[in-house]
C-alpha cells in the first residue's frame, strides 16, 4: 500500500513537471516560432489541471476500489508518455538553440576573417606609405 502511494505521488508530481514545462515562456516560444499549434499546450494544460484536481482524491480510493486503481495506472502511462514527448520537443529546442549559437559564432568567425583581411589590408597599405614617407626623408 505504501509503494502504491509512492508511485501516486510521483504520478502528482510529473502533472507539476509537465504543468511547468508547457506553460514555460520559453516552452511557447519555441512551439510559436516552429508554427505549431499552440493551442494543444492550452488543450494540455487544462486537462492537466483537472487531473491535478482528482488526483488527491484518487490516491486515496485506489485502496478499495481497482478500478481507480486501474484508471491511475492508465494515468501513469499517459504521463509518461507525455513526459517523454515534452522531452523531445525540450531536446529539440535546446538542438535549435545550439545550431543557432553555431551559425552566430560562425557568422562571427566570418565577420572577423573579413574584418582581419581588411585590416591586414588597411596595415600593409599604412605600412606601404609610412615606407614611403620614410624613404623621402631619407632623399631629404
Known amino acids: 500500500m505504501a509503494l502504491a502511494m509512492v508511485g501516486e505521488a510521483l504520478i502528482s508530481a510529473s502533472v507539476e513537471i509537465l504543468l511547468d514545462k508547457i506553460t514555460s515562456k520559453e516552452f511557447r516560444d519555441f512551439f510559436a516560432n516552429r508554427k505549431l499549434n499552440v493551442s494543444l499546450l492550452d488543450e494540455l494544460k487544462i486537462k492537466l489541471l483537472a487531473l491535478n484536481a482528482v488526483l488527491n482524491d484518487a490516491e486515496e480510493k485506489q485502496i478499495t476500489d481497482p478500478a481507480v486503481?486501474?484508471?491511475?495506472?492508465?494515468?501513469?502511462?499517459?504521463?509518461?508518455?507525455?513526459?517523454?514527448?515534452?522531452?523531445?520537443?525540450?531536446?529539440?529546442?535546446?538542438?535549435?538553440?545550439?545550431?543557432?549559437?553555431?551559425?552566430?559564432?560562425?557568422?562571427?568567425?566570418?565577420?572577423?576573417?573579413?574584418?582581419?583581411?581588411?585590416?591586414?589590408?588597411?596595415?600593409?597599405?599604412m605600412n606601404s606609405k609610412l615606407e614611403a614617407i620614410s624613404g623621402s626623408y631619407n632623399i631629404l
Open 69 to 125: 486503481k486501474e484508471w491511475l495506472d492508465e494515468l501513469k502511462d499517459a504521463v509518461l508518455d507525455a513526459e517523454d514527448l515534452l522531452d523531445e520537443i525540450n531536446t529539440e529546442s535546446l538542438r535549435c538553440k545550439v545550431e543557432a549559437v553555431g551559425d552566430s559564432q560562425n557568422f562571427t568567425i566570418q565577420v572577423r576573417s573579413f574584418l582581419s583581411s581588411l585590416f591586414n589590408q588597411f596595415y600593409r597599405s
